[in-house]
């Protein structure tokens, strides 16, 4: 870590990782038969309003509030690239207008980037790019809420991993863009908006 683009991906670990490489595979392909600018976006532990309820940091809210446990796997000990939905928003704006082109030769190719050799495809990272302890991401929960959670600590998930941490020199390359809000900052926004829509 951090997992760069042009890092190889050929053997994944679960199902939910085939099926994004699966994605990126067919994508390739597309673009190289119909000449498809093509860009590919691997997203890092996106969190904020409007996101999905079956996500922990949804669960853990409504679980704080209401008195009720929160499970956390690995005893705790993981690490994720929170990515506030605003700032992964900007990014595939800002990727509009970086549209890949079919390179001549290899030797076309910048280094770090992850555009094909064979076709106007590339492969970009939209992430915090940084490492953040699941705990201090709870801890901000908690704070925002100004309630504490009751923690039930357990091991890890199977398939699960135990960090992930995004490369964004390309997105920067690209773009001029770095993501950067806090955890603190976006989780506050996310638990004001939670606090509104839910009435709670």
Do not use: C
């Amino acid at each position: 870590m951090p997992y760069s683009e042009t890092h190889k991906v050929d053997h994944q670990m679960t199902i939910y990782a085939a099926t994004k490489k699966a994605g990126e595979s067919m994508g390739h392909s597309y673009a190289h038969l119909w000449d498809l600018p093509t860009t590919m976006f691997r997203f890092f532990t996106v969190y904020g309003p409007w996101g999905r309820p079956d996500m922990a940091y949804f669960k853990f809210t409504d679980a704080i509030l209401n008195d009720r446990p929160i499970d956390i796997y690995n005893h705790g000990n993981m690490y994720r690239d929170f990515t506030y939905v605003e700032d992964l928003v900007r990014g595939i704006h800002l990727l509009i207008d970086a549209v890949p082109e079919r390179p001549k030769s290899a030797k076309d190719i910048a280094e770090g980037d992850s555009l094909s050799p064979v076709a106007p495809f590339r492969v970009v990272n939209i992430g915090n790019s940084d490492k953040v302890r699941l705990l201090d991401f709870i801890e901000a929960i908690e704070i925002a809420l100004d309630k504490k959670a009751i923690r039930n600590y357990m091991d890890m998930q199977k398939g699960d991993v135990p960090a992930t941490w995004a490369d964004t020199s390309l997105l920067k390359q690209l773009t001029g863009y770095q993501p950067q809000t806090s955890i603190e900052d976006g989780v506050h926004t996310f638990v004001d908006w939670y606090r509104e829509y839910y009435d709670v």
